[in-house]
């Protein structure tokens, strides 16, 4: 590899100290004896367009994007992948061979192999999902569950008119649940997802009773500090297949780092090991 060029990727966002991808992308470089480096790029919000053009002049391959910059740095993309342009927001920049920049949405592929990680006879189109939240991660995962068959997505989320913007974006399939309904919205779902922040480390926890949800449904966390929040625990005493959001974090990373470093990595358990390792 001694004649292989040195590539440096990072992680765009304001703040990124809390941030674990330079532990996951600097682990894999290592893994495969790669040349190059993964660095926090804190960047603030006014100052998002003139980093973002300064990749290529830096001699960056790309970098992820994180809070609160997906959205906003969209519209300095040269080229939208698909499904980015579905979410409405970017999580990796690859600079391309002529300076162009092309903006992925990562986040609802990593999340969808999460679940199959978790148990592979998963089927997106079992039954109607149930998502909680209506950010950016809860649309990347609503645009993967519909191209994984979902017949029915149930939105719910603490402002009700975020829900319905969101739903309004994507058609039938996707209802919108008062806020106060949630808990009798679980009846017949095969997937509760929470996307919300409740449950995080530092968070209060998330107020839903689980009564109605049938015990065959799998239930998934995007938090993953802690690895297992309060949801999850009720959930696994119930007897719930249950998924929490380390697995989306790591698989979403794969075609990032592909895209950056010519190698698609794998997701090990020393992989795991060293990102909890920094929790």
Request: hydrophobic share 45%.
């Amino acid at each position: 590899m001694s004649d292989s060029p040195f590539v440096l990727a990072g992680v765009m966002g304001w703040p990124v100290a809390h941030t674990r991808s330079p532990a996951i992308h600097n682990h894999w470089i290592a893994k495969y004896g790669l040349k190059g480096a993964y660095v926090q790029l804190p960047v603030q919000p006014e100052r998002l367009e003139a980093a973002i053009r300064g990749l290529a002049a830096l001699g960056f391959a790309g970098c992820n994007v994180t809070v609160p910059h997906k959205e906003s740095a969209m519209r300095f993309m040269d080229e939208l992948h698909p499904a980015a342009r579905r979410v409405a927001a970017i999580n990796t920049i690859v600079v391309q061979p002529d300076g162009r920049l092309l903006g992925m949405n990562n986040d609802g592929a990593g999340y969808i192999q999460s679940l199959r990680d978790a148990d592979a006879t998963w089927r997106g189109d079992a039954g109607p999902a149930l998502v909680l939240g209506a950010g950016g991660a809860a649309r990347a995962i609503v645009v993967a569950l519909l191209d994984e068959g979902a017949p029915e997505l149930h939105i719910t989320n603490r402002t009700l008119e975020r829900a319905q913007a969101l739903a309004d974006d994507f058609g039938d399939r996707v209802k919108v649940v008062p806020w106060a309904e949630r808990n009798e919205a679980m009846a017949g779902v095969s997937l509760l997802v929470n996307t919300t922040s409740l449950g995080m480390h530092g968070q209060a926890p998330l107020d839903v009773a689980l009564d109605a949800l049938p015990l065959e449904a799998m239930v998934s966390d995007a938090v993953y500090i802690p690895l297992e929040t309060p949801l999850l625990a009720q959930a696994r005493m119930r007897g719930h297949r249950t998924v929490n959001g380390l697995g989306m974090l790591l698989n979403q990373a794969r075609p990032a780092f592909q895209s950056w470093f010519g190698v698609l990595p794998d997701v090990t358990p020393e992989l795991r090991a060293a990102v909890q390792a920094t929790f």
